[in-house]
């Protein structure tokens, strides 16, 4: 059974940092690929990063570009996002999510369109 659960969110001020991390149980982390979404009230669901699982390549919306770093820690099956220099902005449920097995990625599109497994989410709020 696939599980995935969020933990590390909170309320920071704005220009601050968080780290998310995600943990894995049901499958390892080196078949598929492996990322982050968020959900801004009232805004659909968006993919922030992923990581792919076959070379460990990685890729990033726009918005966080220079800012959000993903990593993985196979040996852990853990999966984490370091946010800084955060705005008001990157306020939202933040969703651990996974493709399924050997699925490949090569964009951050191509991941928001395969992802099938889910974590519950955790809140991040970037507010002074």
């Known amino acids: 059974q696939l599980q995935l659960v969020e933990s590390g969110g909170g309320l920071v001020q704005p220009g601050g940092s968080l780290r998310l991390s995600c943990a894995v149980s049901?499958?390892?982390?080196?078949?598929?690929?492996i990322g982050w979404f968020r959900q801004a009230p009232g805004k659909e669901r968006e993919a922030v990063s992923c990581?792919?699982?076959?070379?460990?390549?990685?890729y990033y919306a726009e918005s966080v570009k220079g800012r959000f770093t993903i990593s993985r820690d196979n040996a852990k099956n853990t999966v984490d996002l370091q946010m800084n220099s955060l705005k008001p902005e990157d306020t939202g449920v933040y969703y651990c999510?996974?493709?399924?097995?050997?699925?490949?990625?090569?964009?951050?599109?191509?991941?928001?369109?395969?992802?099938?497994?889910w974590g519950q989410g955790t809140q991040v709020t970037v507010s002074s």
């Open positions: 999510a996974a493709t399924g097995r050997f699925i490949t990625v090569q964009s951050i599109f191509m991941f928001s369109r395969r992802a099938t497994s």
């Open positions: 049901g499958f390892t982390l080196d078949n598929r690929a």
């Open positions: 990581i792919s699982g076959r070379d460990g390549a990685t």
